[in-house]
């Protein structure tokens, strides 16, 4: 079957009108957040595309394809292609106004531009597979039947997650570095210490997130115990986002750097308390020897 006979396969599938829907649903989104680099000042720096309205609709295509018989990577392809229409536009329209005008790049830009808006195109699908499969594994990994079972590997060997320990590690190593970023003389610990201190903590902190999701999800017999994982994994972004709030109405120069700040200290102290709760609970698991 040729590219244009699967592609007008997809377009008729019933299966896939959602996805296709979701994906055109974004476009006009697309277009108007992108519209400030076709338009005014920016436009001299060319044209962007932004690629949140995608990023929204591969989130809603990933939850509405999860548990389906049709491929949530599938669904997600379709969606990037139609919600690529956006990205083929912003690109294209600074290169038709090139064409149009008087230029001796006629044939070059003529040449570049079906490369660029492919690129464009590819970019859109990228997002929307990507956000798509993110969603549809993590609502897998919140499923209740997933969570109460015990855990075992392939050969049937019992089994759990050791990401507890990147949490415990965090929960150790954050509130020191945290204490050299926000010291009131940041000369006190020079630049060298205070630049390892901001990398390791970022560094460190996307590490101890990830793994306090995955250690508060992973599958656990149903009479042992079972967190409560939207509480924990929900603290530091509310944090951000109740920093970042702050910051803006007391006009602060910086409010995103305010609220990554916020988050840092939001993961601290669940990372803190969640070590606690479980080595109260549960131990160390020291028969658990691998990560998930």
């Not at 548990?67 to 292609?81: H, M, P, Q, V, Y």
């Not at 549960?282 to 020897?289: E, L, N, P, V």
């Amino acid at each position: 079957m040729s590219t244009i006979q699967r592609l007008a396969a997809g377009a008729t599938d019933d299966s896939l009108r959602v996805a296709i829907a979701v994906g055109l649903a974004s476009v006009p989104v697309s277009l108007l957040l992108s519209w400030d680099s076709l338009s005014g000042e920016t436009a001299a720096t060319g044209a962007q595309f932004d690629g949140l309205a995608v990023l929204v609709a591969g989130v809603i295509v990933g939850f509405y394809y999860h548990d389906r018989s049709t491929s949530t990577k599938r669904a997600g392809i379709w969606t990037g292609l139609t919600g690529g229409l956006a990205a083929v536009i912003v690109f294209g329209f600074p290169t038709l106004g090139a064409i149009t005008s008087p230029s001796e790049t006629h044939s070059i830009i003529v040449v570049f531009a079906p490369v660029v808006a492919v690129l464009a195109v590819g970019l859109s699908v990228g997002i929307a597979v990507v956000t798509a499969l993110g969603t549809d594994w993590v609502l897998g990994r919140l499923d209740r039947d997933h969570r109460r079972r015990e855990p075992v590997d392939i050969d049937g060997q019992p089994t759990g997650s050791r990401w507890w320990v990147a949490v415990a590690l965090y929960a150790v190593v954050a509130p020191v570095w945290l204490a050299v970023l926000l010291w009131p003389d940041p000369d006190t610990f020079g630049f060298g210490l205070s630049f390892l201190s901001a990398f390791g903590l970022f560094a460190c902190s996307v590490v101890a997130f990830i793994g306090l999701f995955l250690d508060a999800t992973t599958p656990r017999a149903v009479d042992t115990w079972q967190p409560t994982w939207w509480l924990y994994v929900g603290v530091p972004p509310a944090v951000a986002g109740f920093v970042y709030l702050a910051a803006t109405v007391r006009d602060s120069v910086y409010p995103a750097g305010d609220a990554t700040f916020g988050f840092y200290i939001g993961l601290a102290a669940v990372a803190v308390v969640y070590a606690v709760v479980r080595h109260r609970q549960t131990g160390t698991d020291s028969s658990s020897t691998n990560f998930e």
